[in-house]
């Protein structure tokens, strides 16, 4: 059964919720006081990230890992759900920014009221971001969250969209060219897309129970344990090191139900030593049924 890391996932939200709120605050304050566009994006980006931390918290209290009468296979899909929601975010996010540049474009560029104290300010953000993202990015890893790391990728989406707004108003404060200012919007908007495209990638597999351990792997671990003479439709689904669901047929060599049971433990310890946690549903079959193809195929492959 995987351990449940809920509380531990939880205290890093609650960091990650109230850094974003905070920086938030100072990009919306520094962004209505020199009417910035890009700074203005930013503050929203950064809100997102505060949404996307709470939309966490949220999902992470229902994501528990152990199975009950209603959810026999756990709850863990919950952080994927969670996940996908933040990748809404950041797409919603990107559309947002390129629209209002559009439209500032379309209404004419005015004079922005921005000097270096801004400039200071954001920076000092930017430090802030690059510490939120590390450190929920050690904490997914360390905890193997989905929920998080997703956190983290938007969290690191952050850092980009500040580098960028940086560079425009650094233009906009040194060369005195506005048109800066709205620039960054076509850069911003790619590295939401970006982000939102490596979230979706990394969750929808699990959503859609794609394969998670290769068939040929499975096969040789359970062909290595004494006993087996044959293993076939072989199946996983899951997320590799956090759990893994395997269905497999199988042949033994054993004459009584005792042995045969002893044999498919045995299967199921060496899998999960090779692959960690695992839940197997063995079904033993008489020797005649033995083939050698030893997973499905279908129309992708």
Same mark, same amino acid.
């Given at each position: 059964?995987?351990?449940?890391?809920?509380?531990?996932?939880?205290?890093?939200l609650?960091?990650?919720?109230?850094? #974003?709120?905070?920086?938030?605050?100072v990009? +919306?304050?520094? *962004?209505?006081?020199?009417g @910035?566009?890009?700074? !203005? &994006? %930013? /503050?929203?980006?950064?809100?997102?990230?505060?949404?996307?931390?709470?939309?966490g918290?949220v999902?992470?209290?229902?994501?528990?890992?152990?199975?009950?009468?209603?959810?026999?296979?756990?709850h863990?899909k919950?952080?994927?759900?969670?996940?996908l929601?933040?990748?809404?975010?950041?797409?919603?996010?990107?559309?947002?920014?390129?629209?209002?540049?559009?439209?500032?474009?379309?209404?004419?560029?005015?004079?922005?009221r921005?000097?270096?104290?801004e400039?200071?300010?954001?920076?000092?953000?930017?430090?802030? #971001?690059?510490?939120?993202a590390?450190?929920? +990015?050690?904490? *997914?890893?360390?905890?193997? @969250?989905?929920?998080? !790391? &997703? %956190? /983290?990728?938007?969290?690191t989406?952050d850092?980009?969209?500040?580098?960028?707004?940086?560079?425009?108003?650094?233009?906009?404060?040194?060369?005195?060219?506005?048109w800066?200012?709205v620039?960054?919007?076509?850069?911003?908007?790619?590295?939401?897309?970006?982000?939102?495209?490596?979230?979706?990638?990394?969750?929808?597999?699990w959503?859609?129970?794609?394969?998670?351990?290769?068939?040929e792997?499975?096969?040789?671990?359970?062909?290595g344990?004494?006993?087996?003479?044959?293993?076939?439709?072989?199946?996983?689904?899951?997320?590799?090191?956090?759990?893994?669901?395997?269905?497999?047929?199988?042949?033994?060599?054993?004459?009584?139900?005792?042995?045969?049971?002893a044999?498919?433990?045995?299967?199921?310890?060496?899998?999960?030593?090779?692959?960690?946690?695992?839940?197997?549903?063995?079904?033993?079959e008489?020797?005649?049924?033995?083939?050698?193809?030893?997973?499905?195929?279908?129309a992708?492959?």
């Amino acid at each position: 059964m995987a351990r449940d890391t809920r509380q531990e996932v939880k205290r890093v939200l609650l960091v990650a919720l109230a850094v #974003n709120v905070a920086m938030s605050l100072v990009k +919306l304050v520094v *962004g209505l006081a020199s009417g @910035s566009l890009a700074v !203005l &994006a %930013d /503050a929203m980006h950064s809100a997102t990230d505060g949404l996307s931390s709470l939309l966490g918290l949220v999902t992470n209290g229902l994501s528990d890992p152990e199975p009950d009468r209603d959810h026999p296979y756990g709850h863990d899909k919950y952080e994927a759900v969670g996940a996908l929601a933040i990748a809404g975010f950041i797409l919603l996010t990107a559309f947002e920014i390129l629209r209002t540049a559009v439209m500032r474009l379309s209404t004419g560029l005015k004079p922005l009221r921005l000097d270096s104290q801004e400039l200071v300010l954001l920076l000092l953000v930017l430090g802030c #971001n690059l510490l939120l993202a590390g450190y929920e +990015l050690r904490a *997914g890893r360390r905890l193997n @969250s989905q929920l998080l !790391l &997703a %956190d /983290a990728r938007h969290t690191t989406s952050d850092i980009w969209t500040t580098v960028m707004v940086l560079l425009g108003l650094a233009g906009v404060v040194w060369l005195g060219q506005t048109w800066f200012d709205v620039a960054v919007a076509i850069p911003l908007c790619l590295l939401l897309l970006r982000a939102c495209w490596q979230v979706v990638r990394a969750n929808l597999p699990w959503l859609v129970d794609q394969i998670a351990i290769a068939p040929e792997a499975i096969h040789a671990v359970a062909m290595g344990v004494p006993g087996v003479l044959n293993v076939h439709d072989i199946a996983s689904r899951g997320v590799l090191g956090q759990r893994v669901f395997i269905e497999l047929h199988m042949v033994v060599d054993a004459d009584d139900l005792t042995s045969a049971h002893a044999i498919t433990e045995a299967v199921e310890e060496h899998l999960a030593e090779r692959f960690g946690p695992v839940r197997c549903t063995i079904h033993l079959e008489p020797r005649d049924y033995a083939m050698a193809a030893i997973t499905f195929q279908g129309a992708h492959g």
